[in-house]
């Protein structure tokens, strides 16, 4: 079982992640609405996964990418965004994100993308 | 027309676009609209719950988008599968579908358009206050018998 980490300011969008994980190995070992609490929660709950929003207050999902990556650079991170311009998109591969999906999804786009996600290596 | 006029239309029918394709996309009902207008500097047009974008970069100014709770209820029902979502979750869908629209105008303008985080309330508060100097345009839209308005400021 793969520990997963939820990260989006929007508590919707929370849910509706959560919603889709039924066929997947994942355990879900927290929430963070923040970048700025994301980092404590990888650093603290060690997480195998994490799906990342951008636009978050406190820290963004890009700085918080690049500090994760340093600190945990084998996680496997899903940047969901509503910024859909292709420059953020490849900024946040070059920083080590290893999907990127954009808003707004639908549990079918969610579900690829961990499909993608979990069978990377 | 001026150029100016003529950028701003622009301008405003990549934010119908946006709204259009959100709802359609998530519930495959499409949005409605109307002729936009620009709003008198004392015309209030909130409905019940509000999600709002600052803007920065190439452009700066606004953009929100008003809607009653029984619109926000009924697309976190078809969305998150909720029945009944607190005053909350509608508030937080507010500031969702507001972030999602501005978002994913970088589409077209890129990452010079500069969003913030969005601000969500609920009716009209007191301290709100819009710039001056910036022509707000007003667009009702309809999706599945919800009117609601994108307000857009930006210069």
Redesign the interface.
Known sequence: MKKLLIVD?????R??IE?NLGDYELEIVGTAGNGKEALEMVQDKKPDVVTLDI???EMDGLDCLEKMMKIAPETRVMII????????GLEALKKGAREYL???V?HEDLREGFDLLLNKK | MDTQQEQFEKTVNVFINSVDNYFTYLTKQSVSTSAPYVKDANEVMLKECTGMIGISGNKKGFIYISGGMDMYRDLIKTYVGLDNPSTNDMLDMAGELSNVVAGNVRQTYSNEFMITVPIVFQGSPTKLKFPDDVPIYVIPIKWNQHEAYMVIGLK
């Not at chain 1, 300011?9 to 969008?13: F, I, Q």
């Open positions: 300011d929007s508590s919707m969008m849910q509706t919603q636009t978050m207050p965004t509503a910024l859909s311009d292709k420059l953020t954009y808003k707004p639908t």
